[in-house]
């Protein structure tokens, strides 16, 4: 199998956000993203590595509406402010969206907590996988 293409956005689906879209509602990957993640294709789908130091599973939603993908996390006020002496982790709340592409099978998303790392992967749809064709 050959190397695969760096994820891309359909650009069907830029025109059509960008023409009736004054505020988008998902970012597209090739804008800045606020709160560190890591994107990747993967030879079995596409990868999502959020950042989550100190967080516990139950601090963080996952939504899937349609082919939207959102990742949410409300930032709770720290107990015992008064005690600080120094604070240099971040520790801000997020929201992330996305629109998934078709060739992914969204609804077959997998998510686990990891090392401070919120991982989520998400299989190829079977029909979009790439396929070796054997010459006869």
């Not at 988008?24 to 090739?30: E, G, N, V, W, Y």
């Not at 890591?38 to 139950?58: C, Q, R």
């Amino acid at each position: 199998m050959g190397t695969l293409r760096p994820l891309e956005l359909d650009p069907f689906d830029l025109l059509w956000k960008d023409l009736f879209e004054t505020v988008p509602h998902f970012s597209a990957i090739t804008q800045k993203i606020s709160h560190p993640v890591d994107i990747y294709e993967t030879p079995d789908g596409i990868s999502f590595e959020v950042a989550a130091v100190g967080l516990d599973k139950e601090d963080i939603d996952i939504l899937v509406d349609g082919d939207q993908l959102r990742i949410k996390y409300e930032k709770v006020k720290p107990v015992n402010q008064e005690s600080v002496i120094y604070r240099g982790i971040k520790r801000s709340g997020f929201d992330l969206s996305w629109k998934i592409s078709v060739k992914f099978e969204i609804s077959k998303l997998e998510a686990k907590l990891e090392k401070g790392l919120l991982i989520l992967d998400i299989p190829y749809a079977e029909s979009k996988k790439p396929k070796q064709i054997e010459i006869k």
